[in-house]
């Protein structure tokens, strides 16, 4: 960063080209960065199941809130079906 | 415990509360699959609506999520002033109170990007899909990266409609 800097106060000759090379390497990777970024948004957008999410939207806010209302009801019950084998297993 | 919709939305607005519903649970109202354990809710600090809110909530046993039991601590407007965001534990299930959320928006800045929902016999704000995937994609936690990507195709889909 301080070399970018050097080049904003104007310094000038070699040290300026330096400065100017290091400028565009920096925006060069941060335009990387952000290439990269997108790239992976894409990929994981594309691994995405549509049409467990077009089926959602067909529903009200109601019936979603209720189906996922369903779901948390049936993660807690393999929780505590999970606690109590391993409670069985340990010997307790 | 599961936490109900339901069960948490109606006594705020009986309760007079202003909020705007945010986070997972506006997620899964915007139709995402994903799931989620608590409600996030984005509260004004307005000194009536703290009030509103610190009476409507005290009925609930509200206590600090992950805080170890016994602790003296009292939920009234006075709590709620001295704090900003609050992770609770309620008889309702598991409630986080933001007076702002990540990226210091406050209800206010957040309320032009709401929308009213009719559900459970009340109508409440909710954040919009948009506003929501903006919050997530500031906060830039790895977490939210594929909820972000499902956000972003349920916009996509929201659109073709």
């Given amino acids: 960063m301080s070399i970018v800097l050097q080049n904003t106060f104007g310094l000038g000759g070699g040290r300026f080209a330096v400065s100017r090379a290091a400028g565009h390497c920096v925006i060069l990777t941060l335009m990387k960065m952000a290439a990269a970024k997108l790239e992976n948004l894409s990929e994981r957008m594309r691994d995405v199941d549509r049409t467990l999410l077009r089926e959602n939207l067909k529903l009200t806010f109601e019936q979603r809130a209720h189906k996922h209302l369903r779901v948390l009801q049936m993660v807690e019950e393999l929780r505590r079906v999970g606690k109590k084998l391993r409670q069985k297993s340990d010997g307790r | ?161």
């Fill in chain 2, 1 to 161: 415990m599961a936490v109900d919709l339901a069960q948490i939305i109606p006594p705020l607005i009986r309760g007079k509360v202003d909020f705007i519903l945010i986070g997972g649970m506006a997620a899964i109202l915007h139709g995402s699959a994903r799931v989620t354990f608590d409600v996030d809710l984005a509260y004004s600090r307005t000194d009536d609506n703290i009030e509103r809110l610190a009476a409507t909530l005290a009925p609930h046993a509200p206590y600090l999520r992950g805080a170890p039991p016994n602790l003296p601590f009292t939920w009234d407007a006075k709590t709620i002033r001295s704090g900003l965001n609050f992770t609770l534990t309620t008889e309702l299930g598991d409630v986080d109170l933001l007076g702002e959320v990540i990226g210091g928006e406050s209800y206010s800045d957040l309320l032009p990007h709401s929308f009213e929902v009719e559900a459970f016999g009340v109508r409440f704000k909710c954040i919009d899909l948009p506003t929501l995937i903006r919050i997530k994609e500031t906060a830039g936690r790895p977490k939210d990266l594929e909820a972000i990507a499902e956000l972003r195709v349920l916009l996509e889909e929201s659109e073709k409609k």
